[in-house]
């Protein structure tokens, strides 16, 4: 099974300001890595698949990086509506499909 | 709009079954694979099972596997979970999402677009 890690687990950020998140894997994966956005009590939405490709109708100000074992989140600038909990999954090799254990950004 | 309404959770006491049922619409529902993804209160997100656009593939994770059944019926465009022998560390919001791909692809890489808004299943006497 790959083992995924994000960090940090929290991220404290002023409106504005660039975050920056990652999440590694315990092999590698290529590029087969999306990233999904979870607001409190809201289902998960996806952000970013193939590691670097936005989904439709996200934000140029999301940006995804990475390759093999090392990927990069990146909000530009982050907008009141981006502070959230992100996660990131690898479908490189399944089942099982898995995912890292979150990286919470929140206002500073 | 694509829109994936999950049923069928509540309280069950361990040892007992469940079947959830996520009803699809907005999209040509036998041309998707589908998932069942879960989380547990204040915690992070659990894969579960998949299944095939056509039903013929189906894949489970270890800590569900022989308990959990995934299934489709195309012509209700409906997806299903059947939960038996139930634990307390399976409470959790169980999601249905959809997967770009059909799953009849010769390499399947699957991610989940959209989800469901979940329904949560309580284990507990």
């Known amino acids: 099974e790959i083992v995924m890690t994000q960090s940090p687990a929290t991220l404290s950020v002023s409106p504005g300001e660039r975050a920056t998140l990652s999440c590694g894997a315990s092999?590698?994966?290529?590029?087969?890595l999306a990233w999904y956005q979870q607001k409190p009590g809201q289902a998960p939405r996806l952000l970013i698949y193939?590691?670097?490709t936005r989904a439709t109708g996200i934000p140029a100000r999301f940006s995804g990086s990475g390759s093999g074992t090392e990927f990069t989140l990146t909000i530009s600038s982050l907008q009141s509506e981006d502070f959230a909990i992100y996660y990131c999954q690898q479908y490189h090799q399944w089942p099982p499909l898995t995912f890292g254990g979150g990286t919470k950004v929140e206002i500073k | 709009e694509v829109q994936l309404v999950e049923s069928g959770g509540g309280l069950v006491q361990p040892g007992g079954s469940l079947r959830l049922s996520c009803s699809a619409s907005g999209f040509i529902f036998s041309m998707h694979a589908m998932h069942w993804v879960r989380q547990a209160p204040g915690k992070g997100l659990e894969y579960v099972s998949t299944i095939s656009s056509n039903g013929g593939s189906t894949y489970s994770a270890d800590s569900v596997k022989g308990r959990f059944i995934i299934s489709r019926d195309n012509s209700k465009n409906t997806l299903y979970l059947q939960m038996s022998s139930l634990r307390t560390e399976d409470t959790a919001i169980y999601y249905c999402?959809?997967?770009?791909?059909?799953?009849?692809?010769?390499?399947?890489?699957?991610?989940?677009?959209?989800w469901g808004q979940g329904t949560l299943v309580t284990v507990s006497s």
């Open positions: 999402v959809r997967d770009w791909a059909t799953g009849l692809e010769l390499v399947w890489l699957p991610w989940f677009d959209p």
């Open positions: 092999q590698s994966i290529s590029n087969n």
């Open positions: 193939g590691a670097s």
